[in-house]
Nanobody, 122 residues
């Protein structure tokens, strides 16, 4: 069982920045693919980005969001810049098994955090 805990959400003005953190337990953190998803009110949960040895992003955040990881701290980060009101959502961190190269769908991730709220005001 892998425990996943996100932090760092909050309220920010449009154009501002925020950094989310996600800590995952487990002895093989460096082998995990770590993904970020978000879910806005009344909408389905959607893919934001993923990191294993490289990163992959949804078109809606490409160029504004950056995912990085610190394997020594078992932590992955989501740096969000140039935030827009439409980025408002609950952001979730998720862990995918090491056998999946670039997971991007909800079904490919086995462990999820509880989510952290990000609100961008206009």
């Amino acid at each position: 069982q892998v425990q996943v805990v996100e932090s760092g959400g909050g309220l920010v003005q449009a154009g501002g920045s925020l950094r989310l953190s996600c800590v995952a337990s487990g002895r093989t953190f460096s082998a995990y693919a770590m993904g970020w998803f978000r879910q806005a009110p009344g909408k389905e949960r959607e893919f934001v980005g993923v990191i294993r040895w490289s990163t992959y992003y949804a078109d809606s955040v490409k160029g504004r969001f950056t995912i990085s990881r610190d394997n020594a701290k078992s932590t992955v980060y989501l740096q969000m810049n140039s935030l827009k009101p439409e980025d408002t959502a609950v952001y979730y961190c998720a862990v995918a098994p090491s056998s999946i190269r670039t997971p991007k769908t909800l079904a490919e991730f086995d462990y999820w955090g509880q989510g952290t709220q990000v609100t961008v005001s206009s």
